[in-house]
Structure formats: C-alpha cells, structure tokens
C-alpha cells in the first residue's frame, strides 16, 4: 500500500532549470511517420502504401483509457480500476489525383460491408490489420514506435467541394483498434506492452 509522504514546497525555478530537463529539446509533432498496412482482401499496390507515408499528413499517438469501476460503501463510492479501452484511431490524408490512398480505403471498407447488396467479410482476421506511427528526433532516429492492432476503418470522411475553394484536398479516416503497444525507439522512452 502506498504511503503519504509530506513534500515540502519546490525552490524558485529558473529557466536553466528548464532547459536543462528538456531532452533533446522537446519532441516535435511534426517529425512522424505513418506506415499502413491492408489486409490481403485489400490489398493495395506497394506504390500505394510507400506513397501513405508521404501523404498521410497527420495523425496522433493514440489514447487508452482504464474507465474506473465505482463501487457504492455506506454513502461513499470506491473507486477501482476497470478495463482498458482504446480510443479510435484518425489520421488524416492529402488527395492527389490518381485518388490511389482514398480508393485503397473505399476497397477495404467494401471488402467489411459491400455497398451494392449489404454483404461482406465476417472473420474479422481477414478484413483486420495493423499500422505503426514513428515519432521521429531531429536527426531522423526513432524516438518512439506505436503499434496499432487489427484496425480497420470505420469512416472515411467527405471531401467538400466548392468552386470558391483553395488548395489541395484531404480527407481523414477514422479506424478502430482492437489494442496498441508502445516500443522504445533508439534514443528515448521505453517499452509498454
């Protein structure tokens, strides 16, 4: 059982004191890269999946979440640790013209639940697969990898068109993760799994 212990008040802080505790200078949100995979049912050309890792332009280190368990005690509520949950996945991707990312996608949502007649794949190992999020330093090493467990998408969002508009298209998909697992990269964190 954990103690209490009593913490006395921090000393003033300064902005060396700072600097010195950011490790390589802080990890950057825009040093990533995401690797997707299909599952054979889907499958995509290999040009597809090396052209993801350039267009998929954002995404996130994913969320888990141990929802707590009230138990009621004569007025009180004790709380204790429930399942883990795992929040959807979304990343989000530049258009280009050949379409090749977003059809991949569209393919693999048809290849679950077919838009013509409502049928589709029922084993979810076969309409199932995984992705990786490398979060990169400046020098390009692997700070930290998340691996993503038997995704798949769920939605693959609208893209607005208007004759006012300015810029290139991007569209975003959402995916659900059965579970992920977070592995030291070469410089920085450690493994969770």
């Known amino acids: ?22 490790t390589g200078g802080g990890a950057r949100a825009n040093l990533f ?9 889907a499958q995509p050309s290999q040009a597809v999946l090396d052209k993801s890792r350039f267009l998929v332009k954002s995404a996130n280190l994913p969320a888990s979440n141990v929802t707590p368990i009230s138990v009621p005690f004569r007025g009180r509520e004790l709380k204790v640790a429930g399942d883990r949950t ?20 569209e393919r693999w949502m048809n290849v679950i639940n077919r838009v013509s007649d409502n049928t589709g794949l029922t084993d979810p ?6 992705a ?5 330093d400046r020098n390009g090493g692997t700070l930290r990898t998340y691996h993503m467990y038997d995704l798949f998408p769920t939605q693959v969002s609208a893209i607005e ?16 993760v059965l579970w992920w697992e977070a592995v030291k990269g070469s410089v920085g964190g450690e493994d969770i799994n």
Do not use: C, H
């Open 125 to 130: 190992g076969t309409y199932q697969s995984d």
């Open 161 to 176: 068109l208007s004759y006012d508009a300015q810029g290139i298209e991007e569209f975003s998909v959402e995916l659900q």
């Open 132 to 136: 990786f999020v490398y979060q990169l």
């Open 1 to 22: 059982m954990a103690t209490r212990n009593q913490i006395n008040p921090p000393p003033l802080r300064k902005i060396t004191d700072f600097k010195s505790k950011l």
């Open 33 to 41: 890269e995401v690797v997707l995979s299909f599952p054979d049912a």
């Open 86 to 105: 795992f929040d959807t996945w979304s990343i989000t991707v530049i258009n280009d013209t050949d379409f090749s990312i977003r059809s991949a996608f």
